[in-house]
Structure formats: structure tokens, C-alpha cells
């Protein structure tokens, strides 16, 4: 067993989508990256990424390369598991975090478990997703941004 943790974070911007999980929620503001800014995969990347032993998200899909300009990081997710696989390993589970003031997202998380498990290839009871506000404190609190932290447990194909 092998286990990973990840974090990411990214401001909001007018003219941008809100992606959470590989789902867009309405919102009058977007996050601002390179891609489509969703933190929740990110995070997850970096936690797969990490468990593997393999770098980090900004190791294999640099910001500074176009390729990846305004990808949708369910591409990444994707192109992530298909390293974690060939590395000899699966996912046992997911346990993750969003840290947002505002929308409420709770009834987003359904669809996320959903979108996250097909790309895993793993069961939606083996992704959590909690969402919690940072009681207005932080730059979450004060709705500058988005935060997201994961953490993974992989197994290895071989045992």
C-alpha cells in the first residue's frame, strides 16, 4: 500500500467557469489557472502523483507548456491514472476536501463522486468528498479562492 497527499489552490476571476470535481457549478466567478482550475482534481493528481513516488501535476503538465493551455483536468486525471496504472498500481480509495465560502456544493458532491469514480475506475463508495467554509476566515472565507486537499491510498497490482 502506498499513500499520497495533495493540495491545491487557485484564486477566483471574473470571466472563468467554476470546475469542481470534473463538474461545472454556477457561480458568478471562475478559478484562474492554466487549465480549467479545478483544485479538487489537482489536488488529486498531486496525492496519485506523490503515492507513486512520481513528482508532482506541475511536473508532468507544466503551466508553461501550450499543450495544456485551457485543458480540462479531467484530461489530466486521466492521463494521471494511466502513469499510476503503468507503475503497477490501483486506487484503493479517495478522502478529499474543498475549502470554498461560497456556492455551497454540497449538492454538486453526488455528481463529482460520480464523474471521479468512472476516471479511477473504482467504485463511487471508494471517493469521498467533503466540503467545508473556513468561517469566513482565510482567503476562502473571504472568497478570494478555492482550496482543495486529497489524500490517496494506492495498491499495488502485483500483491
Known amino acids: 500500500m502506498?499513500?499520497?497527499?495533495?493540495?491545491?489552490?487557485?484564486r477566483?476571476?471574473?470571466?472563468?467557469?467554476?470546475?469542481?470535481?470534473g463538474v461545472k457549478i454556477p457561480h458568478h466567478l471562475g478559478l484562474l489557472g492554466h487549465s480549467?482550475?479545478?483544485?479538487?482534481?489537482?489536488?488529486?493528481?498531486?496525492?496519485l502523483l506523490g503515492a507513486a513516488a512520481l513528482g508532482d501535476i506541475g511536473f508532468h503538465f507544466p503551466d508553461t507548456s501550450t499543450e495544456y493551455k485551457g485543458i480540462e483536468s479531467t484530461?489530466?486525471?486521466?492521463?494521471?491514472?494511466?502513469?499510476?496504472?503503468t507503475s503497477g498500481y490501483y486506487v484503493e480509495n479517495i478522502d478529499?476536501?474543498?475549502?470554498?465560502?461560497?456556492p455551497k456544493i454540497a449538492p454538486y458532491i453526488p455528481e463529482m463522486r460520480k464523474v471521479l469514480s468512472g476516471i479511477l475506475n473504482i467504485q463511487v463508495n471508494q471517493v469521498s468528498i467533503k466540503a467545508t467554509t473556513t468561517e469566513k476566515l482565510g482567503f476562502e472565507g473571504r472568497e478570494e479562492g478555492v482550496s482543495a486537499y486529497a489524500?490517496?491510498?494506492?495498491?499495488?497490482?502485483?500483491?
Not at 12 to 21: D, Y
Not at 96 to 102: G, K, L, M, R, V
Open 96 to 102: 478529499s476536501t474543498i475549502a470554498i465560502q461560497t
Open 75 to 85: 484530461v489530466l486525471l486521466t492521463k494521471t491514472m494511466n502513469l499510476i496504472t
Open 36 to 47: 480549467d482550475a479545478d483544485v479538487l482534481i489537482h489536488a488529486i493528481c498531486d496525492a
Open 151 to 159: 489524500v490517496v491510498l494506492l495498491g499495488n497490482i502485483t500483491s
Open 2 to 10: 502506498r499513500i499520497g497527499f495533495g493540495y491545491d489552490v487557485h
Open 12 to 21: 477566483f476571476a471574473e470571466g472563468r467557469e467554476l470546475w469542481l470535481g
